[in-house]
T-cell receptor, first 113, second 110 residues
Framework: AQSVTQPDIHITVSEGASLELRCNYS??????LFWYVQSPGQGLQLLLK??????LVQGIKGFEAEFKRSQSSFNLRKPSVHWSDAAEYFC???????????FGKGTLLTVNP | ETGVTQSPTHLIKTRGQQVTLRCSSQ?????VSWYQQALGQGPQFIFQ???????GRGNFPPRFSGLQFPNYSSELNVNALELDDSALYLC?????????FGPGTRLLVL
């Protein structure tokens, strides 16, 4: 069975500081990995995805993520956080012919001025 | 290009009633997936439709049913509503592995 663990429920950073959100997954084959962001009361916006190839992927809004197969991880990073990045972040795993996405419980990011 | 849209945005129902939620997929997308997001949780997969056929189902009871139309828009129907059905219902459309989400319908069951 596929699963995603996001160990940090809530993270607070200062504006301009760097950010790393952790994601660990369990999947029986080669995973398709995603990060989505959700602002309060909104739907999910795709930040980035990894299917194959270069294990460091770039996304929108200055975010990047690194796939590490040996650690079953897909951590999200940003070098300098902006106040507008405050939101909830979800990591998800799926597969090529696997029709569903399995999400973690999310990490709520608070940005202090 | 129009993104995924959902209607209504908010809905209040009472226990035992039935509800229909609607989703219009992004242009060119032939697959629609539905997810339930309870407060403070990540989205949970309900089911997926591909070219008008159900293409997989999560761990939800049969009172959750769906439909996809020839234009690839979709409906989610929930019968005999329970208090625990209160959640944000998200629709996502896709053409391949990447799913794009709509803004959701927030359902409150009293």
């Amino acid at each position: 069975a596929q699963s995603v663990t996001q160990p940090d429920i809530h993270i607070t950073v200062s504006e301009g500081a760097s950010l790393e959100l952790r994601c660990n997954y369990s999947y029986g084959a080669t995973p398709y990995l995603f990060w989505y962001v959700q602002s309060p009361g909104q739907g999910l916006q795709l930040l980035l995805k990894y299917f194959s190839g270069d294990t460091l992927v770039q996304g929108i809004k200055g975010f990047e993520a690194e796939f590490k197969r040996s650690q079953s991880s897909f951590n999200l990073r940003k070098p300098s956080v902006h106040w507008s990045d405050a939101a909830e972040y979800f990591c998800a795993v799926g597969g090529g012919s696997n029709y569903k996405l399995t999400f973690g419980k999310g990490t709520l990011l608070t940005v202090n001025p | 290009e129009t993104g995924v849209t959902q209607s209504p945005t908010h809905l209040i129902k009472t226990r035992g009633q039935q509800v229909t939620l609607r989703c219009s997929s992004q242009s060119g997308h032939n697959t629609v997936s539905w997810y339930q997001q309870a407060l403070g949780q990540g989205p949970q997969f309900i089911f997926q439709y591909y070219r008008e056929e159900e293409n997989g189902r999560g761990n939800f009871p049969p009172r959750f049913s769906g439909l996809q139309f020839p234009n690839y828009s979709s409906e989610l129907n929930v019968n005999a509503l329970e208090l625990d059905d209160s959640a944000l219902y998200l629709c996502a459309s896709s053409l391949s592995e990447t799913q794009y989400f709509g803004p959701g319908t927030r359902l409150l069951v009293l």
